[in-house]
């Protein structure tokens, strides 16, 4: 009866370590997958967060600034504007240096201006300054002002991370394979002389393959399974700390990376486990000691 009870013990531990394993390694992968599945939206978030300003010129009418907001926002590249008048210009300069310098030079140097926001496809150095040039073929524009290094280095570094991101999910998708079919492996030369057993007693290869070929499929799918739920989890926090640009909210993109999940948990513990079982139905007796 103990040897019985301490057989089954060390049988569930290994169940337990195979599926922890599994989950562990779908979860980085699922964690990796949402990002790539998310860059496009990173970066739009990003690009889109950068604005410049339509510097007005002085003693213009509302009605003039009016007209031009209005054109803006009907224009196929303008996400948002927002209208900045010379008082609040002043107000926001005050709070930066930390003095009141209108009283000091006794008039307000500052003028109106429009903060402008573009869409994500129009922030980059080329179409900006077709903009640019748009902007100031306004009569009511004294100038157009925004900062041209750190749009540059804004487009660099998103393909950059994009291409580290990409490399990094290949190298992790060759690890996770890895450790996934070493731990089946593992499960499976633990039970060599059985299946060496088996074959003397004239079982086939295919009756001998079934049942650990359905043992696996069923670690890989409860592994995934719970790894989508700590994924879910992980969404969910994200959401609520960083909503502008992590969300829980696109139902597809989030049940498409769950299913993908799921198929690469069956899908590798399939594959480990048909070509561990393969290889120990070819070894000789003698061989299984070694």
């Known amino acids: ?5 301490r057989a089954k013990r060390q049988l569930i531990n290994s169940y337990f370590t195979t599926v922890i394993s599994i989950t562990l390694v779908l979860f980085l992968l699922g964690s990796v997958g949402y990002l790539i599945l ?12 950068i604005g410049f300003n339509v510097v007005l010129k002085d ?19 303008v996400k948002s504007t927002e209208y900045i008048d010379k008082d609040e210009a ?23 201006s429009i903060e402008v ?59 996770a394979i890895a450790l ?12 060599r002389f059985l299946i060496n057993t088996m074959q003397l007693v004239g079982a086939t290869k295919g009756f001998i393959r079934q049942p650990f070929i359905s043992i696996s499929l069923f670690h890989g799918f409860i592994g995934a399974i719970i790894a989508n739920g700590m994924l879910a989890g992980v969404i969910y926090i994200l959401h609520h700390e960083l909503g502008g640009f992590i969300g829980f909210d696109n139902i597809e993109l989030i049940g498409i990376l769950f299913i993908l999940v799921i198929l690469l948990g069956i899908t590798l ?22």
Request: charged share 25%; proline share 1%.
């Open 117 to 175: 926001k573009l869409y994500a496809q129009y922030a980059n150095p080329d179409s900006i300054k077709k903009v640019e040039a748009i902007f100031n073929s306004f009569t009511q524009v004294k100038e157009v002002y925004y900062q041209k290094n750190l749009i540059e280095k804004v487009n660099d570094n998103v393909n950059k991370i994009s291409i580290v991101l990409l490399v990094f999910s290949g190298l992790l998708l060759l690890i």
């Open 38 to 49: 998310n860059a496009n939206r990173l970066s739009n978030y990003v690009k889109e967060n």
């Open 269 to 290: 513990s399939f594959t480990s486990t048909y070509f561990a079982v393969n290889k120990y139905l070819k070894l000789k007796t003698d061989q299984l000691y070694f």
């Open 180 to 191: 996934i079919n070493n731990t089946i492996r593992l499960s499976v030369y633990a039970k």
């Open 1 to 5: 009866m103990k040897d019985k009870k």
């Open 90 to 112: 002043a107000e926001e300069l005050q709070k930066q240096l930390g003095e009141d310098f209108v009283d000091f030079l006794g008039y307000n140097p500052l003028l109106s």
């Open 59 to 77: 003693n213009i009418r509302e009605v003039e600034v009016k007209r031009l907001q209005k054109y803006l926002d009907a224009s196929s590249f």
